[in-house]
């Protein structure tokens, strides 16, 4: 079962709603790489030979306002290639979208919806659930967009928790730093599975030719949860919270390199790969004050994982102690911003599936639409031969 723990609801001084700079960052550093692939990937003509309707899914959505933001770009990219792909030889603008915003159950949709623009050029609608499900009907979607979402892990690998495994992540919150490489295998090995579960339930949904483009951070400001590792370690030493405690709390994020995506898109052999890199979009959020926002935003992200474990006192003080260390982060942030990279990566969905989705009912259609076929012809040539 995928462990839920969503960003900070509503539109308080913490939430996410209100404090989400760094995966805007990520949005504006990929918004011309994602208008790229819709542009010189996306079949848009033959995605409406039988329909003037479009469907896109936004898996993980969150609260906004990043989500709406990158629907927007989405949307922009998809009207271009429509009249340069369909409406070059016709006067029939009727081009219809709709949107399908995902995210777990426990997601505020009320925000989202509440924000959604007035003047908004698509239909909008919610999908509660988990991304490693299903939650589309079979050949449904035609372009399905993510960013800062499939680097959450449906749950922490158990090993990284037991005291008796070699993957103990003793004193540490993540894999990231730990120098135990069997910490970081546990947590990869999570990440595969995962991504199986969702590469086989996008290759029933996505129609043949559909797209989809993930985005995840792959960068050094990821570490800078390591200072929020260190506020609990103080507290540890100031006896205000147990050691055990913080050796059984571990983040369930896994950042994924071009070498893991490649290997689990290519294990799934569902989609093709159009594009993958790693781009470096130089991040402006460096000084004091910068320090104390990204802090603030990982608190949004972060605050609900860790009132479960620790409770909202501990949680409260865990957060304001790491704010408090801005100085020292912005010095880590001068030195390292340079670094700070994202992983871009363009699918397209196969013209045929056999290979994985045999048990899944997809393949066996594709089976007997061929085997009506021969039958079909069959009959034909025994009556002509009569």
Not at 20 to 37: F, H, I, P, T
Not at 181 to 202: C, G, L, P, S, T
Not at 332 to 340: D, G, L, V
Request: include cysteine.
């Amino acid at each position: 079962m995928t462990t839920s723990f969503p960003m900070n609801a509503g539109d308080g001084p913490y939430s996410f709603s209100k404090n989400s700079q760094l995966a805007r960052e990520v949005l504006e550093g990929s918004k011309e790489m994602v208008r790229d692939a819709i542009i010189g990937k996306f079949d848009i003509k033959t995605m409406l030979s039988s329909s003037n309707t479009l469907c896109i899914a936004e898996l993980g959505c969150s609260v906004g306002p990043n989500t709406l933001i990158a629907m927007q770009h989405v949307v922009e990219a998809l009207k271009d290639k429509y009249l340069s792909q369909v409406m070059t030889n016709s006067t029939n603008n009727n081009l219809e979208i709709q949107i399908f915003f995902n995210d777990h159950v426990t997601n505020d949709f009320n925000t989202l919806f509440r924000s959604l623009p007035i003047d908004r050029s698509y239909y909008a609608f919610g999908v509660p659930g988990s991304f490693h499900d299903r939650l589309f009907p079979s050949r449904s979607i035609h372009f399905a967009h993510s960013s800062c979402s499939i680097h959450w892990l449906s749950k922490i690998p158990k090993k990284i928790l037991d005291e008796k495994s070699p993957s103990w992540n003793k004193g540490l919150i993540h894999y990231i730093g730990a120098s135990n490489i069997e910490v970081v295998n546990a947590y990869f090995a999570q990440f595969e599975k995962d991504m199986e579960m969702f590469f086989n339930a996008r290759a029933e949904e996505i129609v043949q030719g559909g797209m989809m483009v993930l985005i995840t951070p792959f960068s050094s400001y990821v570490r800078l949860m390591k200072f929020f590792g260190s506020s609990l370690t103080d507290l540890v030493n100031e006896g205000k919270l147990d050691e055990s405690l913080v050796d059984s709390f571990n983040l369930p994020m896994y950042f994924p390199s071009v070498e893991d995506m490649t290997k689990v898109v290519e294990k799934n052999d569902c989609f093709s790969i159009e594009k993958i890199e790693l781009t470096y979009p130089q991040s402006k959020l460096v000084d004091e004050a910068d320090a104390k926002t990204l802090m603030i935003n990982l608190r949004a992200v972060l605050e609900g994982l860790i009132i479960n474990h620790f409770g909202s006192e501990i949680a409260k003080e865990a957060c304001e102690r790491t704010i408090l260390k801005s100085e020292e982060i912005s010095a880590w942030m001068k030195a390292n911003y340079e670094k700070s990279c994202q992983l871009f990566v363009a699918l397209k969905r196969k013209q045929f599936l056999k290979k994985k989705l045999y048990n899944s009912g997809l393949w066996r259609d594709d089976v007997t639409c061929l085997v009506r076929q021969v039958l079909c012809f069959s009959l034909f040539v025994s009556l002509y031969v009569i």
